[in-house]
């Protein structure tokens, strides 16, 4: 199946760099996919890791830095560039570091509320942590699945979206 689909990849500032290779794979998954349009925020951690496998591949990609998002706090104007970030894609991929990642949990709750397809990386803890947010997780179909993406689904879900 070919998606060509914006695809926004987020994720944790503390995502350890054992996950580094998990990002290019899924990465490369997507590519696969058709995929050819992808958003990276500024940042260390998943950011960082997904920024530099798609330079690997020789992908391009929009980058959301939050020196372009004002706020009165650093902070701030990283919370505005990564709404940015997630609204302007189709599809939300998150590696996740800690079931309580302030930032990143966040992030999919913006998604799910956009009604996207958010597809998660739980690195280091088992998706049963995820919080449910009004739907539920399941292990993602396709390749993504295969990689160990779990996937929201809202209580009512009207089919299937298989990345």
């Given at each position: 199946?070919?998606?060509?689909?914006?695809?926004?990849?987020?994720?944790?500032?503390?995502?350890?760099?054992?996950?580094?290779?998990?990002?290019?794979?899924?990465?490369?998954?997507?590519?696969?996919?058709?995929?050819?349009?992808?958003?990276?925020?500024?940042?260390?951690?998943?950011?960082?890791?997904?920024?530099?496998?798609?330079?690997?591949?020789?992908?391009?990609?929009?980058?959301?830095?939050?020196s372009a998002f004002p706020s009165s706090s650093w902070v701030g104007s990283l919370a505005r560039r990564s709404a940015a970030c997630v609204?302007?894609?189709?599809?939300?991929?998150?590696?996740?570091?800690?079931?309580?990642?302030?930032?990143?949990?966040?992030?999919?709750?913006?998604?799910?509320?956009?009604?996207?397809?958010?597809?998660?990386?739980?690195?280091?803890?088992?998706?049963?942590?995820?919080?449910?947010?009004?739907?539920?997780?399941?292990?993602?179909?396709?390749?993504?699945?295969?990689?160990?993406?779990?996937?929201?689904?809202?209580?009512?879900?009207?089919?299937?979206?298989?990345?």
């Open positions: 199946m070919s998606i060509t689909s914006s695809v926004s990849l987020l994720g944790s500032r503390a995502l350890g760099s054992q996950y580094a290779g998990l990002v290019r794979q899924v990465i490369a998954a997507l590519h696969v996919a058709g995929v050819s349009s992808f958003n990276v925020p500024c940042g260390r951690g998943a950011a960082a890791f997904a920024r530099s496998a798609l330079a690997e591949r020789g992908l391009s990609f929009v980058l959301f830095a939050a609204r302007s894609s189709q599809i939300l991929v998150v590696f996740l570091a800690s079931p309580s990642s302030v930032g990143s949990l966040s992030e999919i709750r913006l998604g799910v509320s956009l009604h996207l397809p958010v597809f998660v990386f739980c690195c280091g803890f088992g998706g049963g942590a995820l919080p449910a947010l009004g739907g539920s997780w399941r292990i993602a179909e396709g390749p993504l699945g295969a990689l160990g993406a779990w996937r929201w689904y809202p209580l009512a879900s009207q089919g299937t979206l298989c990345v």
